[in-house]
C-alpha cells in the first residue's frame, strides 16, 4: 500500500464529498480511488468514511483523521517546496490577525521593523473577534492577549505582558465624583475594549489586599477601537481602562487622570501563535522569531515609563512602584 497516496486520496474525497469527484480530480479511476480509502482503513483499524449511495461523510475518526492528514500534506508541499529554493526567504503576504486589545502603537512598530528586515513581504492586518479556530482559518499568525485555549494544529509563544491603567478626564471626575474604592466603580460610566470574543473583559485589581476582580454589569462603551475608547475617555464619556503607552501622553499633559492609584490593574500576557501548517514557511517563522526577541523589550519600556511618570507626580504609592518595578525585572 502506498500509505502517502492514500492519505491524500481519504483528504480528495473528505473535501469532495465524493469518490468520483476525488477521482477527477487526483486523475485516477474511482475504484482505484475506493481501493485506496479501504486499505487506508484497514491499515488503521477504523471507518474513516460513512458510504450510503447518495453521499459520503466523515465519522468521529476521520475528522480528526483529517486534521493530522491535512497537516502532512501541507508540510510536505512545504518541504518540496524548500527543497526546490522556492521558500528560501520570507516572502509574500503575511496576513496577521490582532486581538482588539492589543495596542495598535506596538503593532504598527512591530510592522514596520519586521518590514526594515524583510522588505519582499507585504503585511496585511485584521481585528479577530468571535471564534479563535475561525481566526486561524484566515490568518497566517495571530497577536493575542491574555490566554491562548487548547487547540490541536496551534503553535504559539509567549511575547511578553502589557500593562494598563484606569482613567477619566478631569471633567467626567468634576461632575461625576472620584471613586475611592473599587466598589464606587459601579455608581460610574465604565467604558471598555472587547476581547477576540466579543465579550467585556473584567477588571483585576491588585493592592495591598490582594487582587479583586470587577465586573462592569452595565457597560456604557463596548468597542474593539482603542481610538475610539481613548477618546471618549478624554471626551468625558466614562472611566476606562487604557494600555501605558496610550494613556502615558495623556496623563503627563493632564487630559486624563488615573482612577484608583493606590490599585495596580494585573498584567496581560501576549502571545503570537499561528496554525500549525503555518509555522514552516519562512515569513511566519521569521515574525515568531522576531516578535518573541523585540515584543518584550517595548513592554517593558512603557513599565519604565510608568515609573518615571509616577517618581514625578505626587502619586507614588508604594505598592504600585514595587509592583511594576518587579515586573520589568522579570
Not at 500500500?1 to 481519504?10: E, G, K, P, T, V
Request: proline residues 5%; negative net charge.
Amino acid at each position: 500500500m502506498d500509505i502517502l497516496q492514500s492519505i491524500r486520496a481519504f483528504v480528495a474525497v473528505a473535501n469532495a464529498s465524493s469518490f468520483t469527484s476525488a477521482a477527477r480530480q487526483m486523475r485516477v479511476s474511482t475504484p482505484q480511488v475506493s481501493r485506496a480509502i479501504a486499505e487506508l482503513e484497514t491499515h488503521l483499524g477504523l471507518r474513516l468514511l460513512r458510504r450510503t449511495t447518495r453521499s459520503v461523510a466523515l465519522t468521529a475518526a476521520g475528522d480528526r483523521y483529517l486534521v493530522h492528514s491535512k497537516f502532512i500534506l501541507d508540510r510536505l508541499e512545504l518541504a518540496e517546496a524548500e527543497a526546490a529554493g522556492l521558500c528560501a526567504k520570507p516572502v509574500g503576504t503575511l496576513r496577521i490577525g490582532v486581538d482588539p486589545t492589543f495596542d495598535a502603537h506596538h503593532l504598527a512598530w512591530l510592522i514596520n521593523a519586521y518590514q526594515a528586515r524583510y522588505p519582499e513581504v507585504t503585511v496585511q492586518t485584521s481585528l479577530v473577534g468571535g471564534s479563535l479556530d475561525a481566526a486561524l482559518d484566515t490568518h497566517d499568525t495571530i497577536l493575542l492577549c491574555n490566554s491562548v485555549p487548547q487547540i490541536e494544529s496551534m503553535v504559539f509563544e509567549r511575547a511578553g505582558a502589557t500593562s494598563t491603567v484606569l482613567c477619566a478626564s478631569p471633567i467626567y471626575l468634576a461632575s461625576h465624583g472620584v471613586p475611592e474604592t473599587i466598589s464606587e466603580l459601579r455608581g460610574h460610566s465604565c467604558l471598555q475594549l472587547k476581547r477576540m470574543d466579543d465579550a467585556s473583559e473584567p477588571w483585576l485589581f491588585e493592592g495591598l489586599a490582594g487582587p479583586e476582580v470587577f465586573r462592569c454589569d452595565q457597560t456604557r462603551l463596548l468597542t474593539d477601537t482603542t481610538d475610539v475608547l481613548v477618546n471618549v475617555i478624554q471626551g468625558g464619556g466614562g472611566i476606562g481602562q487604557l494600555s501605558l503607552s496610550r494613556a502615558l501622553p495623556a496623563l503627563r499633559s493632564g487630559a486624563l487622570v488615573r482612577v484608583l492609584p493606590q490599585y495596580r490593574l494585573a498584567t496581560r500576557n501576549v502571545y503570537v501563535l499561528c496554525p500549525s501548517a503555518h509555522y514552516g514557511e519562512p515569513k511566519v517563522q521569521a515574525w515568531f522569531e522576531f516578535v518573541k526577541a523585540a515584543l518584550p523589550g517595548r513592554l517593558a519600556e512603557d513599565q519604565v515609563s510608568l515609573i518615571s511618570y509616577l517618581s514625578n507626580t505626587s502619586e507614588s504609592p508604594r505598592t504600585v512602584e514595587a509592583g511594576v518595578a518587579a515586573e520589568v525585572q522579570s
